[in-house]
C-alpha cells in the first residue's frame, strides 16, 4: 500500500476535474491487487487499491476495514470546477494529446511498420469536442455491433490452436452511436452476477454540465449490451452510477442538477428503476458500511442529509458541514449503528467535532466528544481511532482517541516539531504516519505508533513525496500485501531518490539487490551500494489501469513494479521487474514500462503493452514471469483505455475499454481466459517456499512456509487453496523490537536515550504507592510472534513508583483557560510537577502565547532585566501582573520590561502574567542568584547548526546535556554548574561555575576552588574530551570559545594610515560600550526580543549580574565574576579564537556577552 495524501477539498464533488483525462472508469472493478478500502462512488463493497492513501492530517485508509473513507476515484465528488482537471484518462483526450511520431504525421489511418497509427493530424488536436463530432460523425450504424472471436498463438488469425497451445475466447461488442460521449463509467452488479452497467456521458466543459448521457446494461458477462434509456429514462440526464456496498443487486443514479435533481433507483440490478425528486443538490454520497438503505449526502451548500430507506426520504442532519469530514459509526466500536461523526462550524464561526444519530441530530441530541475547537479539514475517524488537530499561537497539536476512548494528545519526538501530518494507515491496530518535521521541506519522514496511537518513533527520515495531476500529496511508502512487516519506500538522499525495503516493519533498511541480467540474458554490470534497483510507487489515476507496483494478498512474495537500475530512480528508461521472493531477488521481464494485472487470484499475470499506439496482443504468464505467451485479443488495434475483471469470482473472465480511432464507438472486448489452465490445480501441482530476509529464515520472529503452484503447471488456484503452510516461532533478537518512546536505533542496533529524553522520569503518571510500566527502551513490534530470548530482558518492566518531593504547585482549570464566562461551572485541577511547566492556552485572543525572557544567574542585590515577549504581537492595551518568589500581591505594569533586585541567595521564581482582550496567559522562570561565580564561552562543532530548530526548549536540553557531560566527565557535581545557550546561529553557550550553597563567609577558599574547577574544565574542553550525541549519527563536540573585545593585530605588517584608521575604529567601538553600559536601562531595544516566525519560540539570551564597579570585559574565555577582580588565568589561549570559524563576528559576539553580564 502506498501513502496518498488527499486534500478533501480535491475529492468532494461530483463532477472530476480534467487535465487531460476524462475516463470515469469507477472502482467497482478495480483490479483485486488490494490497497485500501475505499468506499468509490460508483462502488459499494470498499475496495482495496494497493497504494496506502491518506487525506491531509488524517484520511489513510490502512487497508483493512475503512469504510468511510470517501474518496471517489471516479471523481463523483468533484465540483464543476474540479471537472476541468480530471485525473481519468478520456480516450479523446488520451490520443489528442499523445506524442505524435514523425510515422504518425505522414497520414491519418495508415500502418507502418507494423504499427497502426491514429486516424487524425496534429492541426485536428486543437479542435474542441463539439468541432470534432462535426468533423467525425459517428461511423456507427444504427444497431450495436457484436463480433466473437476464438484467438491461439500471435497472430490473432482465429485459426483453430493446436490442443496444448494457450488460447483465448474472444467478443466485442461497440456501444453505438455514443462516440460523442467523452466519460464513461463501468461497473459490476450484484455477487457472482453476470450484470455489468456501463453508464457514457458527454459532458461539456464549456457549459459545465451534462448535455448527453446513455445506460448499457449486459446479462452476459459483457458479451451484448442493451441500451437503457430509451426504455425506462427518457428525457432523463444521468450523471452518476452506484451500486450499495452491503447489496450489489441495488443500484442508484443520479440525474444531472442542472436538469434536474432526482434518484433513480433500482434494487434488480438495473431491470427496472424508480425515480425520486430531491430538493437539494447532491455533491457526494456515503454508504453505511452494514446497513444496506442508509446513505449520507452531502449538498453544494454545505449541508448534510441522511436516507434510512435507500434514497426515497431524507433528513436534515446538520448545516456548515467540511466537505468530506463525516463518517457513519463503525460496528463494535460506536453505540448506536446509526451515528455520524461530523466536523461542522459553529455559530460562533468555531469548527467542532460533533457526533450524533443520523435522523435525531437536534441540538438536544449532539454531543461533543472534544471540548473547544478543533483546526479545519482535521477530523478523521478510520478504524478503531479518531484524529484531531488544534493550532495555537502558530504550534499544532494531534490529538487521537483510540476505540472511542478520552482524546490523548499524540506524542512525537520533542524536536520533530511537525509542520504537517497524515495518516498513512491504521490497520494491525497501529498507526503509520509520514511527517513533515520542522526541517524538512519537500520530504517526510515515516513514524510508527505503538497500539494507542499515541507514542510514535521514526522509522525512515527524508521519503520522497509529489503532487499528483488532481493536487493530492504522495508519500512514496507501499506496504507489500500477503507478507507482514515488509514495507518499500523511496528516500531522498543527497538530491537523488533510492528505493529502501524493510522485512521488521521499519526497523532495519536496505537496497534493493539488481537483477542479474537482462531480458536478452546478458549480465547487468551494477553493484551495491552504488548501483541498485529502483522502483516507482505511484498510484494510478485511473482506477482501470494499474498502479506501478503491485502485490495482492493471495499470492505472497510476487511484486510486480515499474523501475529502474542504476545509482538513483530514474522516472524514463524505466521497464518492468518482479520477485518472486518477496524482494530479496529480481528478475526483468520487460525492458519498457507494461500495465500488469493479477489473474486467477495471483496465479497468472496479464501485461499489455503503454503506448499511445494501438495494440491487439497481450501477455500471459503462469510461472511468476518467467515465461510468457503473447495473444491476440483483437482483430483490429485498440487503444486500451482500462481493462475490468470479475470481482471475486470464478469466471476468468476480463474486459478491455478503448477506441479503434477518434471516431469510432466504444469498444468493449470481452476475454474469457478459462481455457488457458485445462483444469483445476490439486495437491501435487505445488510446492513449497520459505519466506526470508537476505537469507534470514525468521522474519517478524517467525519462519514461514508458503506454498506456491509449480512453475509451468496450467491449472486454476481457485480461492480456498491455502497460501501459509506453517509458521514457527523464532527466538526473540535485538531487531525483533523497535526503540520506544524517547529512544533512538543507533549504529550497534541498541536503543539510547534520545538527548532530550530524560529517562528518570516515567512515560506515563505515576502516583505514589502505585505501580508503572518502566520502559526499558524497547517495545516488541506488533504483530512479531518471536518468544523466549531477549524477551524478558527488553520487555517493560514493573516498578514501584518512586516518591518525589513537592514542587512546582500548579493550580489549572480542566480546558487550560484562565477566564469564563460569569454564571458558569468552572472544574479547577491542582497538579504537583518536579519539573517547571509553561503553561500554554488555546484562545483565538489578541495574544496566543507569552515567553519570559530573564537571565539565568545574577549577582545578589543587583538588578536583573525581565522581559516578557507576546506572540504574535505586542497588544496595544495589555496588562502585566509580576510575581517574585513568594509574594502575595503582584506588581502591575503596562509595559513588557522590568526591573528587579534580588537580595535572596538561591533559585528564586519570577511569574508573570498578561491580560489583554478578555485572554490570560503566564509564564515562569527561575533564576538562580549568587554573590560571586565563575564563567566560560562555549562554542560547537558545526554540525549541531543543521538540527538547531531556535526554540528556547531546545537549548535547555542542549544546556542539560551539555551540564551532565561536563559533571561526568570532570567530576564535579552538577548542582555547582549551569549551562545557558544562546540563541542565534552559529549555537554557542556558556557554562557557569557557581559555589556551594551558604560559602559567604568562606569566600576566598570558595573563589580558588572554583578556579581549580574552571581549569579543570578548560583542560577538558581543549582536549575534546566534551562530546555528547545529539543523534544516533550526530556526535556534537563542545570546545572553549575565547573572544577578544578587539582582533589581535601585528601593526607592523600595516601601513601607517591603516594603523590609524584601526586605532580610531576600536576607539569609537570603545566609546559605543559605555554608552551602551552606562544607558543600557534607558534604550528601549536593550534586552527586548521578539520572534523571527511564527512556528519558533522568543529567543532569549541568558544575562548574568555584575556589581557596577566590577570589570566586564571578554578577553578571555574564563572570567571571574565577582565585584572587584577580574582574572585571566590561561593568557597563552588568547590566540585559540583562530580555530572557531564557525562562530559569528567577534562584534556580535562582543554586544551579546555585553548584555548577558551587564544586567546588574
Known amino acids: 500500500m502506498r501513502g496518498r495524501m488527499i486534500k478533501t477539498q480535491d475529492v468532494v464533488g461530483f463532477e472530476s476535474s480534467w487535465t487531460y483525462w476524462t475516463l ?82 505522414t497520414s491519418p489511418a495508415e500502418e507502418k511498420d507494423g504499427k497502426v497509427y491514429p486516424t487524425w493530424s496534429p492541426k485536428e488536436t486543437k479542435v474542441n469536442r463539439r468541432e470534432k463530432r462535426s468533423l467525425f460523425p459517428s461511423d456507427s450504424a444504427a444497431g450495436s455491433r457484436f463480433e466473437f472471436r476464438r484467438t491461439g498463438g500471435v497472430d490473432g488469425t482465429g485459426k483453430s490452436p493446436r490442443q496444448n497451445e494457450p488460447h483465448l475466447i474472444t467478443s466485442t461488442f461497440a456501444l453505438s452511436a455514443d462516440s460523442a460521449h467523452n466519460q464513461a463509467m463501468v461497473l459490476w452488479c450484484g455477487h457472482n452476477s453476470s450484470v455489468i452497467l456501463i453508464l457514457t456521458k458527454l459532458f461539456d466543459f464549456n457549459l459545465g454540465t451534462v448535455t448527453e448521457s446513455s445506460l448499457w446494461r449486459s446479462v452476459d458477462f459483457g458479451t451484448t449490451y442493451e441500451k437503457l434509456m430509451d ?29 434536474e435533481s432526482s434518484l433513480l433507483i433500482s434494487s434488480d440490478e438495473g431491470a427496472t428503476f424508480q425515480k425520486f425528486n430531491i430538493n437539494f443538490y447532491i455533491m457526494s454520497l456515503l454508504f453505511h458500511p452494514t446497513q444496506e438503505n442508509w446513505i449520507l449526502a452531502y449538498s453544494h451548500d454545505q449541508r448534510l442529509y441522511s436516507s434510512l430507506d435507500f434514497g426515497k426520504k431524507w433528513i436534515l442532519v446538520h448545516e456548515r458541514v467540511t466537505p468530506g469530514r463525516f463518517y457513519w459509526a463503525l460496528s463494535g466500536l460506536d453505540k448506536e449503528a446509526d451515528l455520524v461523526h461530523i466536523e461542522a462550524r459553529t455559530d460562533s464561526g468555531q469548527m467542532q467535532y460533533i457526533t450524533c444519530r443520523a435522523q435525531k441530530c437536534s441540538e438536544e441530541g449532539r454531543q461533543y466528544p472534544f471540548s473547544g475547537r478543533i483546526d479545519t479539514n482535521s477530523l478523521v475517524v478510520q478504524d478503531q481511532y479518531i484524529f484531531l488537530q488544534l493550532t495555537t499561537a502558530g504550534r499544532t497539536t494531534y490529538f487521537v482517541s483510540y476505540q472511542r476512548g478520552p482524546f490523548r494528545t499524540i506524542q512525537l519526538p520533542k524536536y520533530c516539531l511537525p509542520k504537517d501530518m497524515h495518516i498513512v494507515s491504521t490497520d494491525e491496530g497501529q498507526v503509520l504516519a509520514a511527517v513533515q518535521e520542522w526541517n524538512e521541506n519537500d520530504t517526510y519522514s515515516l513514524y510508527i505508533s505503538d497500539t494507542p496511537g499515541v507514542y510514535f518513533t521514526r522509522s525512515l527520515p527524508n521519503l520522497h513525496t509529489f503532487r499528483s495531476l488532481a493536487g493530492n500529496l504522495i508519500v512514496d511508502v507501499y506496504k507489500v500485501a500477503g507478507v507482514s512487516g515488509l514495507i518499500i519506500a523511496n528516500k531522498k538522499e543527497d538530491a537523488q531518490m533510492r528505493t529502501y525495503i524493510t522485512y521488521n516493519k521499519g526497523q532495519t533498511w536496505s537496497l534493493l539487490q539488481p537483477p542479474a541480467k537482462d531480458t536478452t540474458g546478458h549480465d547487468i554490470n551494477c553493484n551495491l551500494p552504488s ?20 502485490t495482492k494478498h493471495s499470492a505472497p512474495g510476487i511484486i510486480v513494479a515499474t523501475g529502474n537500475i542504476g545509482p538513483e530512480l530514474s522516472f524514463s528508461n524505466t521497464g518492468m521487474f518482479i520477485s518472486s521472493d518477496a524482494g530479496n531477488t529480481w528478475r526483468q521481464i520487460f525492458e519498457e514500462e507494461h500495465s500488469v494485472w493479477f489473474l486467477d487470484h495471483g496465479g497468472a499475470l496479464l501485461a499489455v503493452t503503454q503506448s499511445v499506439v494501438p495494440t491487439r496482443h497481450l501477455w500471459i504468464s503462469l510461472d511468476e514471469g518467467r515465461q510468457w505467451d503473447k495473444l491476440s485479443f483483437s482483430s483490429t488495434p485498440l487503444f486500451v483505455d482500462g481493462v475490468m475483471m470479475t470481482p471475486e469470482t470464478e469466471n476468468h473472465i476480463i474486459t478491455f475499454f478503448g477506441h479503434f480511432n477518434y471516431h469510432s464507438d466504444w469498444q468493449l472486448i470481452k476475454i474469457d481466459y478459462s481455457s488457458l489452465f485445462g483444469r483445476k490445480c490439486t495437491d501435487g501441482d505445488f510446492q513449497t517456499w520459505h519466506l526470508h530476509n537476505k537469507g534470514e529464515v525468521c522474519v517478524m520472529g517467525e519462519r514461514q512456509v508458503y506454498m506456491k503452484r509449480k512453475p509451468g503447471t496450467r491449472c486454476t488456484l481457485g480461492q480456498e487453496y491455502s497460501r501459509v503452510v506453517s509458521a514457527e516461532p523464532c527466538i526473540c533478537t535485538l531487531y525483533d523490537f523497535e526503540c520506544d518512546y524517547g529512544f533512538e536505533r543507533q549504529a550497534s542496533g541498541k536503543c539510547a536515550p534520545a538527548f532530550w529524553y530524560d529517562v528518570n522520569l516515567p512515560a506515563h503518571t505515576c502516583s505514589h504507592g502505585q505501580r508503572y510500566r518502566n520502559s526499558t527502551g524497547y517495545r516488541q513490534v506488533l504483530l512479531n510472534n518471536c518468544r523466549e530470548g531477549l524477551k524478558d530482558t527488553l520487555s517493560p518492566k514493573m516498578q514501584q513508583c518512586k516518591p518525589i518531593a513537592p514542587s512546582g504547585l500548579q493550580l489549572s482549570t480542566i480546558n487550560s483557560q484562565l477566564t469564563a464566562v460569569l454564571g458558569t461551572n468552572i472544574t479547577f485541577r491542582v497538579a504537583l510537577q518536579n519539573v517547571n511547566i509553561t503553561s500554554d492556552v488555546s484562545c483565538l485572543g489578541p495574544v496566543e502565547r507569552i515567553f519570559l525572557s530573564a537571565p539565568v544567574v545574577v549577582i545578589r542585590g543587583n538588578e536583573a532585566n525581565l522581559t516578557a515577549v507576546l506572540w504574535p504581537s505586542q497588544p496595544r492595551t495589555a496588562t502585566f501582573y509580576w510575581w517574585f518568589s513568594n509574594r502575595t500581591e503582584p506588581l502591575i505594569t503596562l509595559e513588557g520590561s522590568i526591573s528587579h533586585t534580588y537580595t535572596r541567595e538561591g533559585p528564586n521564581s519570577v511569574t508573570v502574567q498578561v491580560s489583554a482582550g478578555g485572554t490570560v496567559l503566564q509564564d515562569v522562570k527561575i533564576i538562580t542568584v549568587k554573590d560571586f561565580f565563575r564563567s566560560l564561552l562555549l562554542s560547537f562543532s558545526p554540525n549541531l547548526e543543521e538540527h538547531n530548530p531556535s526554540i528556547a526548549e531546545w537549548r535547555q536540553d542542549v544546556g542539560r546535556v551539555v551540564r551532565a557531560t561536563l559533571s561526568q566527565v570532570c567530576g564535579f557535581p552538577e548542582d555547582q554548574l549551569l549551562v545557558s545557550v544562546f540563541p542565534g546561529s552559529p549555537t554557542a553557550a556558556e557554562l557557569f561555575i557557581l559555589p556551594e550553597t551558604n560559602q559567604s563567609a568562606f569566600r576566598s577558599y570558595t573563589e580558588e576552588q572554583l578556579d581549580k574547577m574552571s581549569e ?36 607592523s605588517v600595516l601601513p601607517s594610515g591603516s594603523a590609524m584608521l584601526l586605532l580610531v575604529s576600536l576607539g569609537l567601538v570603545g566609546l559605543a560600550i559605555v554608552f551602551i553600559y552606562k544607558f543600557k536601562r534607558k534604550i528601549p531595544w536593550i534586552h527586548v526580543e521578539t520572534e523571527d516566525t511564527h512556528e519558533k519560540e522568543p529567543e532569549m539570551i541568558s544575562a548574568v549580574g555584575q556589581e557596577k564597579n566590577g570589570t566586564r570585559t571578554t578577553a578571555t574565555s574564563f572570567t571571574t565574576c565577582n565585584a572587584h577582580t577580574t582574572q585571566t588565568p590561561f593568557p597563552s589561549n588568547t590566540r585559540t579564537h583562530n580555530s572557531f570559524s564557525h562562530l559569528p563576528p567577534p562584534r556580535e559576539l562582543i554586544e551579546k556577552e555585553l548584555e548577558a553580564h551587564n544586567t546588574g
Open 231 to 259: 426504455k425506462v429514462m427518457i428525457r432523463t440526464m444521468l450523471s452518476y452510477l452506484y451500486v450499495f456496498p452491503t447489496n450489489k443487486r441495488k443500484i442508484l443514479i443520479l440525474s444531472d442538477p442542472e436538469v
Open 24 to 105: 470515469f472508469f469507477l472502482c467497482a472493478l478495480v483490479p483485486l491487487p488490494v490497497r485500501a478500502d475505499i468506499t468509490c462512488a460508483s462502488c459499494f463493497a470498499p475496495i482495496r487499491r494497493a497504494a496506502f492513501v491518506s487525506r491531509d492530517f488524517g484520511s489513510a485508509p490502512d487497508g483493512s476495514t475503512d469504510r468511510n473513507w470517501k474518496l471517489r476515484l471516479d471523481g463523483a465528488q468533484l465540483s464543476h470546477e474540479a471537472q476541468k482537471k480530471s485525473p481519468f484518462v478520456s480516450w479523446r483526450e488520451k490520443l489528442q494529446n499523445a506524442h505524435i511520431s514523425k510515422a504518425e504525421r
Open 1016 to 1051: 579543570v574544565f578548560m583542560n577538558a574542553l581543549n582536549q575534546n574530551l566534551i562530546q555528547f550525541d545529539l543523534k544516533p549519527d550526530t556526535r556534537v563536540t563542545v570546545s572553549v570559545s575565547q573572544l577578544t573585545l578587539a582582533p589581535l593585530v601585528d601593526s
Open 531 to 550: 548501483c541498485s534497483l529502483h522502483l516507482l510507487l505511484q498510484m494510478s489515476e485511473n482506477p482501470y489501469t494499474p498502479d506501478t507496483i503491485s
